[in-house]
């Protein structure tokens, strides 16, 4: 079972600055199957990005994915006030699918 | 408008069983690879299950293989999710999600429900 690790945990920051966010895989993640989702309190996840860098439809060009191999990071380039949630990411290459414990930004 | 609707859900004994449904709408739902996912509450997202577009591949997390059963009936556009056994580990709020491209086994949730919440508790 491929194992995500996301990191900060936690992250305070203030509309209009930048937020990167980690994403580290206990192996190599196939084909760069990984995937990223926003959730929002009582609301179901949204798909952000698919095969590591490529928006979902609809997804502002503020959220951009890289990555590789066992690294990956989202950065949302300037924080909107409705970008305060909770990030999770997921790998799809290998079964058993697995989710990454998730990264709550908060307003600072 | 392309839509998936969970129903099912609710409070169970241990060791009960419980049928949750996902009805699809807006789109070819027998051309899509369908997942259920569960978030325990506080938690985060746990892949449960998956079946390919005609019902005849299916895969599970080893922590309810032998105990959930997924299935899917194309001409009714609904996915099931059959879960025996349960127990309080299984509390969570249970979501259905589509694989974002036709026919293809790997891929994202590009579509996803609101959700059925199911409690395992005496």
């Known amino acids: 079972e491929i194992v995500l690790t996301q990191s900060p945990g936690t992250l305070s920051l203030s509309p209009g600055e930048r937020a990167t966010l980690s994403c580290r895989a206990s192996q190599s993640v196939s084909s760069s199957y990984l995937a990223w989702y926003q959730q929002k309190p009582g609301q179901a996840p949204r798909l952000l990005i698919s095969g590591a860098s490529s928006r979902a439809t609809g997804i502002p060009d503020r959220f951009s994915g890289s990555g590789s191999g066992t690294d990956f990071t989202l950065t949302i380039s300037r924080l909107e006030p409705e970008d305060f949630a909770v990030y999770y990411c997921q790998q799809y290459g290998s079964s058993p699918l697995t989710f990454g414990g998730g990264t709550k930004v908060e307003i600072k | 408008e392309v839509q998936l609707v969970e129903s099912g859900g609710g409070l169970v004994q241990p060791g009960g069983s419980l049928r949750l449904s996902c009805a699809a709408s807006g789109f070819t739902f027998s051309s899509y690879w369908m997942h259920w996912v569960r978030q325990a509450p506080g938690k985060g997202l746990v892949w449960v299950s998956r079946i390919n577009s005609d019902g005849s591949s299916t895969s599970y997390a080893d922590s309810v293989k032998g105990r959930f059963t997924i299935s899917r009936d194309n001409a009714k556009n609904t996915l099931y999710l059959q879960m025996n056994s349960l127990r309080a580990e299984d509390t969570a709020v249970y979501y259905c999600?589509?694989?974002?491209?036709?026919?293809?086994?790997?891929?994202?949730?590009?579509?996803w429900g609101q959700g059925t919440m199911v409690t395992v508790s005496s």
């Open positions: 999600a589509r694989g974002r491209l036709r026919l293809a086994p790997a891929d994202a949730f590009d579509i």
